[in-house]
């Protein structure tokens, strides 16, 4: 059993009082009792009551301790220290290099806080960076805010639509065995009065259930496309989920409008033994802004557009 | 005999060739010519193995391109079987042929059953491997080669091994298990790894699933085969359950205590080397800061682990920077060990999915996914720079990185689940924390992937259509034969109700109703009184088995039963089931006749067969159904509903009813044999046809809803009409054929197809007539 399952300072037994807590406090991380701390310290920061300890403690510093181990606790500590400073994401970084020099940097910072190595020349360079990226860091604060926030939502609507689809679900299997029920009803109701056409009643509940059903589809549509609004906002944040969902771009019928692609190669001049006298003579041709060329520019187009034939292609 | 399929000569090694096994490989031809997947449904008992080997050799060998041979099966015994019978095979042609070809045919399994030397005697496999891995490591030969480690340490068949050329360790031919380590231990070489190294110059390999499915595995054994090798998974009901089990993970407070004993020793060496040799530690962190991957070992070495994932999932990008130094990784894995130590004390049942896992991880330790990922890669290159050899140490550790990183690198169709309580009713926590795959279809997607022909068979795998929906993939042929049968050999019979006419079932609710049990005790004993020789009963599971047995123990059943036959009993013990097992067959050969009580997802079920004397009766109690409360199989279920388009009901009766035809098959064994299958429970009457077909096909309509005194009776006469001697030769040219009777069919299919054919060219012509008109 675990030694310490009593608070040193009023011997309270946790095996006798099962409901005690232990607090700490990342000053020293010394543990003492909930009820402990609330006699010490309730009247204002105080000197810790374990002997030879003379850290100065304040109430509010208290906390439980999520870990066993104290030393993977306080390293936790300083990390949310330290990260809160270095916020940086991947993409923020144009070189995987450098992010990876990065990521180490902070972990020496961490390691010499936690292992008491140059403290002050740590401490110093934390302080250095904080300052000099003052801007930065709270930017990536607001980033990171928005994006815990996105998450969050999307997880929320992700549980509601699979709630929504089960209710679908079963829904529609209810209403299959109920309509299944109502036919075969006026199966037998046909075949006693042999009225050929069936009963009113039955086609009424169809068109109910279906428009029914179709709401239902409805509301499920909306909330898989809030979903993928959602992912992709966090894929824009370059977040580490991989969406599956393509990458919208607006409709267009051939596949973008921006086809480029020349079926064609246009040169200077087109022999046109008609046309080319006719248009370089007769200046009330090119008087109003005709010009010869785009009648060849679209005579060619209208030959090869839509034949996928490349010229150059054919020929070779 | 020698026989045509198209233009294919097949040699057989048999005279005679049942008509299900000529369109069997009629359909693997196909399958392979056109490149693509089957599943086909063969009955047990028909020969299945051989005309498998049969087709794909004379393919192999026919053909320019000389596909290789994969041949999984699930068990050792079905390995060494199948081994046998290439043996055989391969004996015959020769014979046919007059030449020996050069053809090698190996078997792998695990060390544990191939070693040589001594610690083979460890009882658990691993515990072999792992200390295999330690005597022939590359570290230690070169230590041992400069004079700092003895020689003793390093295993002398693998050191012999260095004198002879890959492909030289084993001559041509077929060899099983038992020759192989004969071979093996004449020329004092180690039969496993010769059969690894080996693996490339053989032209069948025949090994279990795992070798092919385990990612951790098929990393080191199966990587260098080749696209076009031909695929064969035998036996493969159960595939999508092995390619489930190949991705998931239990995690217990003993492993997480362990992991931190490993990871506390792993530092202590970090400093240590820090101290002594610290330039080893600086050429690995600039190693990995090039981006450089230090994988390339030499191949006769293996890494003490492999990567655990499937290979396109493994992320090509260099070591993340906040695992690169050998202490930052320490003390990285020591968070992570002491986040999953306070996940474990929740006392309440917890189920999330591995991104939110992550979340609640990154919120508390600042673990983030990349490095996680890189986890089990991390380490295994930090056990090798530190020339770690005292590897038992760090088995557990090496489970918390696989955690690590399969947690990290899938996102979909995991689930986490963490068990407080081992029982309902469990006094302490015992917590576990399961990592489950649900979804079948990603640990087996690299084989649709890379091989080009995949063959899934067995003797019941219906319903044909729910593999490819569980496994996602394409099949060119879906075939269930039926079997050819010149009498009725079997008799399958549903039994709904008692003789007093209560409906029998072991649903649920009225399971320990006392007038149900007396029904299917007196079942038992009428059975046990008509049947000759040995009688095997299935139950639904261990717990059902024992409160049946002990209400059977007050009714006075067992002690009628005791009369006409021996009762046995399986337990979860398989030492205890084994015995039990060798003291029914004696029961049944000497003439006492014997009742086996067995669970049907038991080890019985799947592995053994109760041929001929063995087996005349089997007895289904129930339908054996899943234990559905359990939280991985609900997740399962409802993964499978939300991504494949299963539902429950649908998954969960596939799933009882091949357990079911698993135990029927188990007593017919041949075309010889006979048996009675008795599948007692009303809800049998409304799952006829998820039967297997050739099991269906036998079923009568009036079989279907019988009482106990009318299954009696029918059970009675069958046995009457089965005990007439038959005559051989009743079956030729219906149920088994020779040479010229298969050439007789082949002409009568050729012309059908001839007249199907020029039924078409009228048709066209018509058309054209249609045209001008
Ligand atoms: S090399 Fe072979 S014989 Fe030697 S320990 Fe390993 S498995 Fe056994
Ligand atoms: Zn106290
Ligand atoms: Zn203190």
């Given amino acids: 059993m675990d030694t310490e399952e009593y608070c040193p300072i009023c011997k309270t037994d946790k095996y006798l009082s099962p409901d005690m807590k232990f607090l700490i406090n990342p000053e020293c991380y010394h543990k003492i009792c909930e009820s402990c701390v609330d006699r010490f310290y309730s009247l204002g920061p105080s000197k810790c009551m374990y002997p030879n300890c003379n850290k100065i403690l304040r109430r509010n510093k208290f906390k439980t301790q999520v870990f066993d181990d104290l030393s993977i606790e306080k390293e936790c500590d300083v990390r949310s220290r330290v990260m809160k400073v270095f916020n940086k994401n991947e993409e923020d970084f144009s070189d995987l290099k450098d992010y990876n020099q990065y990521l180490e940097e902070i972990e020496d910072i961490v390691n010499n806080l936690v292992n008491n190595v140059d403290i002050e020349e740590t401490e110093k360079k934390l302080k250095d960076y904080e300052l000099l990226n003052q801007k930065e860091i709270l930017e990536n604060n607001t980033k990171q805010v928005e994006k815990d926030q996105i998450q969050a939502d999307l997880t929320k609507l992700e549980t509601q639509l699979k709630q929504e689809k089960r209710r679908h679900e079963k829904q529609t299997a209810e209403e299959d065995k109920l309509l299944k029920k109502a036919n075969e009803a006026a199966l037998i109701d046909q075949m006693q009065n042999e009225s050929a056409q069936p009963p009113q009643a039955v086609r009424m509940h169809n068109t109910n259930v279906l428009r029914k059903s179709s709401a239902r589809k409805k509301h499920i549509k909306e909330l898989e496309e809030q979903i993928n609004m959602h992912r992709r906002a966090l894929g824009a944040g370059g977040h580490g989920i991989e969406s599956s969902v393509p990458p919208q771009t607006p409709f267009t019928p051939f596949n973008g409008d921006k086809d480029r692609t020349k079926y064609y190669q246009f040169q200077d001049n087109y022999y046109d033994p008609i046309f080319n006298d006719m248009v370089s003579k007769d200046p009330t041709f090119t008087a109003s802004g005709y010009d010869i060329k785009k009648y060849f520019k679209r005579s060619l187009a209208e030959a090869f557009t839509g034949l996928n034939i490349f010229v150059s292609e054919e020929i070779s | 005999m020698k026989f045509l399929i198209d233009d294919l000569p097949v040699i057989f090694p048999y005279p005679k060739i049942y008509p299900e096994q000529y369109a069997y490989m009629c359909d693997i031809k196909r399958t392979l010519d056109i490149g693509g997947n089957c599943i086909l449904e063969m009955p047990s008992g028909t020969g299945k193995t051989i005309s498998l080997l049969s087709l794909t050799v004379s393919y192999q060998m026919f053909y320019p391109e000389h596909r290789k041979i994969i041949y999984c099966?699930?068990?050792?015994?079905?390995?060494?079987?199948?081994?046998?019978?290439?043996?055989?095979?391969?004996?015959?042609?020769?014979?046919?042929?007059?030449?020996?070809?050069?053809?090698?045919?190996?078997?792998?399994?695990?060390?544990?059953?191939?070693?040589?030397?001594?610690?083979?005697?460890?009882?658990?496999?691993?515990?072999?491997?792992?200390?295999?891995?330690?005597?022939?490591?590359?570290?230690?030969?070169?230590?041992?080669?400069?004079?700092?480690?003895?020689?003793?340490?390093?295993?002398?068949?693998?050191?012999?091994?260095?004198?002879?050329?890959?492909?030289?360790?084993?001559?041509?031919?077929?060899?099983?298990?038992?020759?192989?380590?004969?071979?093996?231990?004449?020329?004092?070489?180690?039969?496993?790894?010769?059969?690894?190294?080996?693996?490339?110059?053989?032209?069948?390999?025949?090994?279990?699933?795992?070798?092919?499915?385990?990612?951790?595995?098929?990393?080191?054994?199966?990587?260098?085969?080749?696209?076009?090798?031909?695929?064969?998974?035998?036996?493969?009901?159960?595939?999508?359950?092995?390619?489930?089990?190949?991705?998931?993970?239990?995690?217990?407070n003993d492993t997480l205590k362990k992991a931190s004993r490993g990871v506390n020793s792993l530092s202590k060496k970090v400093d240590e080397i820090k101290r002594i040799d610290s330039k080893k530690l600086q050429d690995e962190y600039e190693r990995l800061v090039e981006g450089l991957r230090a994988t390339e070992s030499s191949r006769n070495e293996e890494l003490i682990m492999a990567n655990p994932i499937l290979p396109d999932d493994i992320l090509t990008e260099s070591i993340p920077g906040n695992i690169r130094r050998g202490e930052h990784f320490v003390m990285f894995l020591k968070r992570f060990i002491e986040y999953l130590k306070t996940r474990m004390k929740v006392l309440h049942v917890i189920s999330e999915t591995p991104a939110s896992f992550l979340q609640h991880l990154k919120l508390l330790t600042f673990i983030e996914r990349k490095p996680l990922r890189f986890c089990a890669e991390r380490l295994a290159l930090l056990v090798k720079t530190l020339e770690l050899t005292e590897i038992e140490e760090f088995i557990a550790l090496k489970d918390i990185?696989?955690?690590?990183?399969?947690?990290?690198?899938?996102?979909?169709?995991?689930?986490?689940?963490?068990?407080?309580?081992?029982?309902?009713?469990?006094?302490?926590?015992?917590?576990?924390?399961?990592?489950?795959?649900?979804?079948?279809?990603?640990?087996?997607?690299?084989?649709?992937?890379?091989?080009?022909?995949?063959?899934?068979?067995?003797?019941?795998?219906?319903?044909?259509?729910?593999?490819?929906?569980?496994?996602?993939?394409?099949?060119?042929?879906?075939?269930?034969?039926?079997?050819?049968?010149?009498?009725?050999?079997?008799?399958?019979?549903?039994?709904?109700?008692?003789?007093?006419?209560?409906?029998?079932?072991?649903?649920?609710?009225?399971?320990?109703?006392?007038?149900?049990?007396?029904?299917?005790?007196?079942?038992?004993?009428?059975?046990?009184?008509?049947?000759?020789?040995?009688?095997?009963?299935?139950?639904?599971?261990?717990?059902?088995?024992?409160?049946?047995?002990?209400?059977?123990?007050?009714?006075?059943?067992?002690?009628?039963?005791?009369?006409?036959?021996?009762?046995?009993?399986?337990?979860?013990?398989?030492?205890?089931?084994?015995?039990?097992?060798?003291?029914?067959?004696?029961?049944?050969?000497?003439?006492?006749?014997?009742?086996?009580?067995?669970?049907?997802?038991?080890?019985?079920?799947?592995?053994?067969?109760?041929?001929?004397?063995?087996?005349?009766?089997?007895?289904?109690?129930?339908?054996?159904?899943?234990?559905?409360?359990?939280?991985?199989?609900?997740?399962?279920?409802?993964?499978?509903?939300?991504?494949?388009?299963?539902?429950?009901?649908?998954?969960?009766?596939?799933?009882?009813?091949?357990?079911?035809?698993?135990?029927?098959?188990?007593?017919?064994?041949?075309?010889?044999?006979?048996?009675?299958?008795?599948?007692?429970?009303?809800?049998?009457?409304?799952?006829?046809?998820?039967?297997?077909?050739?099991?269906?096909?036998?079923?009568?309509?009036?079989?279907?809803?019988?009482?106990?005194?009318?299954?009696?009776?029918?059970?009675?006469?069958?046995?009457?009409?089965?005990?007439?001697?038959?005559?051989?030769?009743?079956?030729?040219?219906?149920?088994?054929?020779?040479?010229?009777?298969?050439?007789?069919?082949?002409?009568?299919?050729?012309?059908?197809?001839?007249?199907?054919?020029?039924?078409d060219y009228l048709n066209d012509d018509e058309l054209e007539l249609a045209f001008e008109k």
């Fill in chain 2, 401 to 759: 990185a696989t955690f690590a990183t399969l947690v990290s690198t899938y996102e979909t169709g995991f689930q986490l689940i963490l068990e407080p309580y081992e029982t309902e009713n469990a006094s302490g926590p015992n917590p576990i924390l399961h990592f489950t795959c649900l979804d079948a279809s990603i640990a087996i997607k690299p084989i649709f992937d890379r091989f080009s022909s995949v063959i899934i068979t067995s003797g019941t795998i219906s319903p044909l259509d729910m593999y490819p929906k569980m496994l996602k993939f394409d099949t060119v042929i879906q075939e269930s034969y039926t079997m050819t049968l010149s009498r009725r050999s079997f008799l399958p019979l549903i039994v709904t109700k008692g003789s007093d006419q209560v409906s029998i079932s072991s649903r649920f609710e009225i399971r320990n109703d006392p007038s149900v049990v007396r029904n299917y005790g007196t079942l038992l004993i009428e059975f046990s009184k008509i049947t000759p020789d040995g009688l095997v009963v299935f139950f639904p599971s261990y717990l059902y088995m024992e409160s049946i047995i002990s209400m059977w123990q007050n009714m006075g059943i067992l002690d009628e039963v005791w009369k006409y036959k021996l009762i046995l009993v399986e337990t979860p013990d398989s030492q205890e089931t084994s015995l039990g097992l060798e003291t029914y067959r004696k029961a049944c050969s000497n003439g006492r006749g014997a009742v086996l009580l067995s669970v049907a997802r038991g080890k019985v079920s799947e592995g053994i067969d109760f041929d001929h004397h063995f087996g005349r009766t089997v007895l289904m109690i129930g339908i054996p159904f899943q234990y559905t409360e359990s939280r991985i199989l609900k997740a399962r279920l409802e993964y499978l509903r939300d991504h494949h388009q299963i539902k429950e009901n649908e998954f969960l009766s596939f799933d009882a009813m091949r357990h079911a035809a698993q135990c029927l098959g188990r007593v017919l064994r041949g075309k010889d044999d006979y048996g009675i299958m008795v599948l007692a429970d009303r809800r049998f009457s409304r799952k006829r046809n998820q039967l297997p077909k050739w099991i269906a096909q036998n079923l009568l309509d009036a079989d279907t809803n019988l009482s106990t005194d009318m299954a009696i009776a029918n059970a009675k006469k069958f046995l009457r009409t089965l005990a007439q001697p038959s005559n051989p030769k009743d079956q030729e040219g219906v149920s088994v054929w020779n040479a010229e009777q298969l050439k007789d069919h082949q002409k009568l299919q050729t012309k059908n197809v001839e007249a199907e054919m020029e039924l």
């Fill in chain 2, 73 to 252: 099966s699930r068990t050792m015994s079905e390995i060494e079987k199948a081994l046998i019978e290439l043996t055989k095979l391969m004996d015959f042609r020769t014979k046919e042929l007059g030449v020996k070809e050069n053809f090698r045919g190996l078997g792998l399994t695990s060390r544990k059953n191939l070693c040589l030397h001594p610690i083979s005697q460890e009882r658990k496999g691993i515990v072999v491997d792992e200390k295999c891995r330690r005597m022939t490591n590359g570290q230690l030969s070169l230590q041992v080669a400069k004079g700092e480690a003895d020689k003793d340490q390093l295993c002398s068949f693998h050191e012999k091994m260095n004198d002879l050329d890959s492909h030289e360790y084993i001559p041509i031919g077929v060899y099983s298990f038992e020759e192989l380590i004969k071979y093996c231990k004449g020329v004092g070489i180690c039969p496993y790894f010769t059969v690894r190294r080996m693996m490339s110059f053989c032209n069948i390999i025949i090994y279990s699933y795992h070798y092919l499915l385990d990612p951790k595995i098929a990393q080191r054994v199966s990587k260098e085969l080749s696209k076009e090798s031909i695929v064969i998974f035998d036996e493969a009901h159960n595939i999508d359950n092995v390619c489930i089990e190949s991705l998931s993970l239990d995690l217990t």
